[in-house]
């Protein structure tokens, strides 16, 4: 069973006032109101954050859908979009392993992988036993899941208050604070690197490829910022 206790300290960690799971509120707000405005149902938009839970995933499922692509193409394109959360798994899977934690536990928490979780998780996870900190983690996913349905509905129902502006500005609010969550750990010669690269890649190979510019930036600055630690270390 889930322990109780350290799954609540999950929930009450993400409610903390500097928590990412208020700028992940204020992008599912944009999220309702553009499924509204692209003629989603309410059930629909509750069932999409549910499943998807991710703001790029769920962006890209409703455009893909208004184009008119097929079931196979939009689980494609959501499947690349959410890629990004594997180095994330790969990241925090060795803080939260411990023998005693069945495995259905592993399999539950995989659904609560996103960016402001991770953010939670990795300023949080030393004050945890090792023993409960898969409980912890399953607590802060429920609570920022939760918000974000919460706003979704929020957003759904205040579209007609929102102008093409507002959504815009509520959407990049996540991104914009994990951005800055990014720079704040510059830490390492690994990490500044990766996060000065990528910001200068990426605009560079926009005007290579629009399409693949993230992707390609992400990549060419991740490795090279990897060989930069290994040579120079931290």
Not at 6 to 34: E, R, T
Not at 126 to 152: H, M, N, P, Q
């Amino acid at each position: 069973m889930i322990n109780s206790k350290y799954f609540f300290q999950g929930i009450l960690a993400s409610k903390k006032f500097d928590s990412p799971a208020i700028a992940l509120g204020a992008s599912f707000v944009a999220i309702g109101a553009l499924l509204k405005n692209l003629g989603f149902t309410i059930q629909e938009s509750i069932f999409s954050t549910l499943l998807t839970y991710a703001l790029p995933g769920s962006l890209v499922m409703a455009e893909s859908m208004l184009i008119g692509a097929s079931l196979v193409n939009i689980f494609l394109a959501v499947w690349l979009v959410n890629s990004r959360l594997y180095p994330m798994t790969v990241s925090i899977m060795p803080l939260l392993k411990h023998e005693s934690q069945p495995r259905w536990k592993y399999y539950l928490s995989c659904h609560f992988v996103a960016v402001s979780s991770w953010l939670i998780l990795k300023s949080n996870y030393e004050e945890i036993e090792r023993k409960y900190r898969l409980d912890f983690w399953i607590g802060i996913g429920t609570a920022t899941w939760l918000v974000a349905i919460f706003s979704t509905i929020v957003g759904y129902y205040a579209s007609d208050f929102l102008n093409r502006d507002m959504i815009i500005a509520l959407a990049i609010i996540n991104p914009i604070y994990f951005m800055c969550a990014m720079i704040g750990v510059m830490k390492t010669v690994q990490l500044t690197s990766a996060i000065l690269l990528g910001a200068l890649l990426g605009p560079i190979f926009y005007f290579i490829s629009p399409e693949w510019s993230v992707l390609i930036g992400g990549l060419v600055a991740g490795t090279i910022s990897y060989f930069i630690g290994e040579k120079y270390g931290s």
